[in-house]
């Protein structure tokens, strides 16, 4: 166990220092988990060293000595000199129990003893964490399964202080066990550390773990001119999702949201023919498919934005009003090719595949993100006048208004830390939480508050219809210039 320990804490710091992980992470058990991110940062930092060798267990319960030893970790709890308990003597985990009761976070299962080997439940965590983390006090009552419980004040102060937002929607399951899995991310949201995104077991991240996309901004200042930049936009217009599943208008081939594709290197590379901006794009050739699927459909007329995800190459490859021609080619007015391992930035001054000079992809919303329960970048969106200027990491402005009250091109913003998100499908939090911590970033004229994302049969549209009801006053606009490295990169600084 010592050598198990000590090979992991020299990952974990490898981790921290530098914010990479092996392709699929840690733990070869997790491999696509939603929680995958949250049981990295646990491990990163010192909270688990995993259940065995590479292996974390995420499906297996909880058991209460182990939940002692992981609070005990988390809250550097102590020793204590009691013994408290006599049914965990020889228990591996009674140094743990005993410095649990000595913080008052448990009292035992019942007179002298604490079921060191019985799974937690969901409601027995709640206590846990509610007296370990002193979580503050609330009058709303967010669950309907937990009535009568005696953990029911415990529950409802978690869920206020955004650990859990239940098992469904307005439940909670008090009586289940809590998984390994579940566990971590309870943990996470804690403690307050930020999930680790894991570049999967074959393929690509989409952007360093430190590029300023991947990056929270929740505790940063505003910007000088928050208020005028969200009246601008429109205090009163609300969120809008351009992105769901069928098609828009009906009866077309339109798709909504912007699709991508990925390939992989059989893809064969072919020549790209820039009509209006080839002066700022980058030369073909680019692997794209003949039949790549194009924004707007194939007899589209908008933007007909083509990305094209290259996991073998860990590239990204973007062009804006694209055409595919006869003989495989495609026609383009832009184009940007974008190397996924790296934090450069276009040079400044171009444009790229968007307004803004920025990639779209790794500002998309993707269903597989909210189904596993985790976006962990900021939010491509659009807002109607912008001005002549970007700040970092944008490098290119579309506008010839120099009006001071209006977003420059690249201006981050954020859902106000106070908006209550509780009353929102499970899915539409995850959207939401994301807003929070890692919030929208300005990259193209267009509608008022139009957040990007990929079209996806399996997308809900009534359920996306309630990103809606959130207005613009909602929002504030933050300063991201403390995290800028260089200016011509996007690695964002601690």
């Not at 307050?192 to 940063?220: E, K, Y």
């Not at 001054?349 to 269903?367: C, E, K, M, N, Q």
Request: proline share 9%; hydrophobic share 40%; glycine share 8%.
């Amino acid at each position: 166990m010592k050598r198990l320990r000590r090979a992991a804490s020299y990952l974990a710091l490898l981790v921290l220092l530098t914010g990479a992980l092996p392709p699929g992470g840690t733990f070869t058990d997790d491999n696509a988990n939603p929680h995958e991110p949250d049981i990295e940062a646990l491990f990163a930092a010192g909270i688990t060293a995993g259940c065995a060798p590479s292996r974390f267990c995420p499906s297996e319960p909880v058991t209460r000595g182990q939940m002692a030893t992981f609070l005990t970790r988390a809250l550097a709890l102590p020793a204590a000199t009691a013994d408290h308990f006599t049914d965990d003597d020889g228990s591996p985990y009674e140094d743990s129990i005993n410095r649990l009761a000595a913080a008052e976070i448990t009292s035992g299962c019942a007179l002298d003893a604490f079921c060191p080997n019985a799974s937690i439940t969901r409601e027995q965590m709640a206590a846990f964490l509610t007296r370990g983390y002193s979580l503050g006090e609330t009058t709303g009552d967010l669950f309907s399964d937990d009535e009568g419980s005696p953990f029911e004040d415990h529950i409802n102060r978690l869920a206020a202080s955004g650990i859990t937002a239940g098992c469904a929607t307005g439940l909670f399951c008090p009586l289940n066990s809590v998984l390994r899995e579940q566990m971590a991310s309870f943990l996470v949201r804690a403690e307050g550390l930020a999930p680790i995104p894991v570049p999967p077991a074959s393929g690509c991240s989409i952007l360093p773990a430190n590029n300023i996309w991947n990056t929270r901004i929740d505790s940063l200042p505003l910007a000088a001119n928050s208020a005028s930049y969200i009246s601008s936009i429109g205090f009163a217009a609300t969120l809008h999702p351009d992105f769901g599943s069928g098609v828009w208008p009906p009866d077309t081939d339109s798709p909504i949201g912007i699709p991508f594709v990925e390939v992989d290197a059989s893809q064969s590379l072919v020549a790209i023919n820039y009509t209006a901006y080839g002066d700022e794009s980058d030369p073909g050739p680019f692997p794209i498919p003949s039949a790549a699927p194009v924004e707007g459909g194939p007899s589209g007329d908008g933007d007909r934005h083509v990305l094209v995800v290259d996991h073998a190459g860990c590239r990204l490859y973007e062009l804006y009003r694209a055409f595919p021609q006869t003989d495989g080619s495609w026609n383009a007015d832009s184009g940007a090719a974008y190397d996924l391992n790296s934090n450069a930035l276009r040079p400044d001054g171009w444009t790229s595949a968007d307004a803004a000079g920025l990639p779209i992809f790794p500002g998309l919303v993707r269903y597989d993100e909210v189904a596993a329960g985790l976006i962990g970048h900021a939010i491509r969106f659009t807002a109607p006048s912008t001005q002549r200027a970007y700040v970092w990491p944008a490098r290119h402005f579309a506008s010839s208004i120099t009006d001071p009250d209006l977003p420059p091109m690249g201006q981050r913003f954020r859902l106000k830390a106070s908006f209550d998100i509780f009353g929102f499908s499970p899915e539409i939090q995850v959207i939401l939480t994301a807003m929070k911590q890692y919030g929208l970033i300005l990259a193209d004229n267009g509608s008022a508050w139009y957040i990007s994302g990929a079209p996806d049969e399996r997308w809900n549209n009534d359920m996306l219809r309630e990103l809606k009801a959130i207005p613009g006053s909602a929002f504030e606009a933050v300063d991201v210039s403390e995290l800028q490295v260089s200016p011509d990169s996007g690695e964002a600084g601690a």
